[in-house]
């Protein structure tokens, strides 16, 4: 059972910048694709960024492209998404899931998730 962790949320300011990291427990997050699911408040959660076991990478918001990317550290068994040019719209919680095939858009088609970690930007 895969089971992830986030971390790294916070406050930020518009246009600044903040890094999260997806830890696997007990797995090698390598055998997984992972992707980076976000919510609003009152919106329904949406896929952000993938990255396959490969290293190849998904953009799913196109309102994140040239701001965010979403890397590997197979040493530390982590997969990290770095938010620059940070924006109010990006306030939300942001989910770490896993699945063992390639990218998926829907939520559905993840079995494994992380509890969350909050992003909030505001001046």
């Known amino acids: 059972q895969l089971q992830l962790v986030e971390s790294g949320g916070g406050l930020a300011q518009p246009g600044g910048s903040l890094r999260l990291s997806c830890a696997a427990s007990e797995s090698t997050l390598a055998s997984f694709t992972i992707t980076w699911f976000r919510q609003a408040p009152g919106k329904e959660r949406e896929a952000v960024l993938c990255?396959?076991?490969?290293?190849?990478?998904?953009t799913f918001a196109d309102s994140v492209a040239g701001r965010f990317t979403i890397s590997r550290d197979n040493a530390k068994n982590t997969v990290e998404m770095q938010m620059t040019s940070l924006k109010d719209e990006d306030t939300g919680i942001y989910y770490c899931?896993?699945?063992?095939?390639?990218?998926?858009?829907?939520?559905?088609?993840?079995?494994?998730w992380g509890q969350g970690t909050q992003v909030t930007v505001s001046s």
């Open positions: 899931a896993g699945r063992a095939t390639g990218c998926a858009r829907s939520s559905l088609e993840y079995t494994a």
């Open positions: 990255i396959r076991q490969g290293g190849r990478s998904t």
